[in-house]
């Protein structure tokens, strides 16, 4: 298994671009999300998905648009880039977002961003 | 809504000094709770998690209890070694599905 893979690793972009940062998982993951990795901030969530077609917003979510047409793939849209942008991603996923307990998030290794 | 506060970094220890990085936490009801680190340049991955009261995660020589009076799950090494070195976060899933983390603390072991 390759776990979760995430494209490209790094990205620069002029305010205003708009660019998809990709994401897939091969363990047949029901529920993906994607955060954000602030200096300080810790991480953040984005967005999140429990399932093909069942997207919804997380803590910070403007400037952001997912979709999840199958359970493999849960790509993000920066619709029109921002300096404010700038940060790292990462893609996540696990087995059963319902589950009590037994509940692991496996982790892409990132994107780094800068929106300049 | 839920929440978890972690000590603040950076942390920096020699070799074979003991380790420990506060973390507490406010949730309603029964929360999971879970360490993760992340190595330099890579993604998070979970190091331990404990599911309920009492019980304790180790893993790679680390420990965290889960403490439901004092609402606290602290990590701890007995000896760190300089591979020890990466940013570790405390996180907890109550009621929904949703992983809620700290900031991170940063954690450098000297030779």
């Known amino acids: 298994n390759a776990g979760v893979t995430q494209t490209p690793k790094f990205q620069v972009l002029k305010t205003g671009q708009s660019m998809t940062l990709q994401c897939a998982q091969d363990m047949n993951h029901e529920y993906m999300s994607w955060y954000r990795q602030d200096p300080g901030m810790g991480l953040r969530l984005i967005h999140y998905s429990v399932g093909a077609g069942i997207t919804d917003q997380g803590e910070v979510p403007n400037g952001y648009n997912v979709s999840r047409s199958t359970t493999e793939d849960f790509p993000l849209r920066l619709l029109s880039a921002a300096p404010s942008q700038t940060s790292v991603y990462f893609c996540?996923?696990?087995?059963?977002?319902?589950?009590?307990?037994?509940?692991?998030?496996?982790f892409g290794p990132g994107t780094r961003l800068t929106v300049t | 809504g839920n929440s978890v506060t972690q000590m603040e970094g950076p942390v920096t220890l020699s070799e074979e000094a003991f380790l420990t990085i506060n973390c507490t936490y406010t949730?309603?009801?029964?929360?999971?709770l879970f360490w993760y680190v992340q190595y330099p340049g890579e993604g998070l991955q979970l190091l331990l998690k404990a599911t309920k009261a009492d019980d304790k995660g180790s893993n790679k020589g680390f420990e965290a209890t889960y403490r439901k009076e004092t609402t606290s799950f602290h990590l701890e090494k007995g000896s760190v070694q300089v591979s020890d070195s990466a940013v570790y976060f405390c996180a907890l899933r109550g009621g929904s599905e949703k992983l809620v983390f700290g900031k991170g603390t940063k954690l450098t072991v000297n030779p």
């Open positions: 949730a309603t009801g029964y929360p999971s």
């Open positions: 996540a996923s696990s087995y059963d977002g319902l589950a009590v307990g037994s509940y692991e998030q496996y």
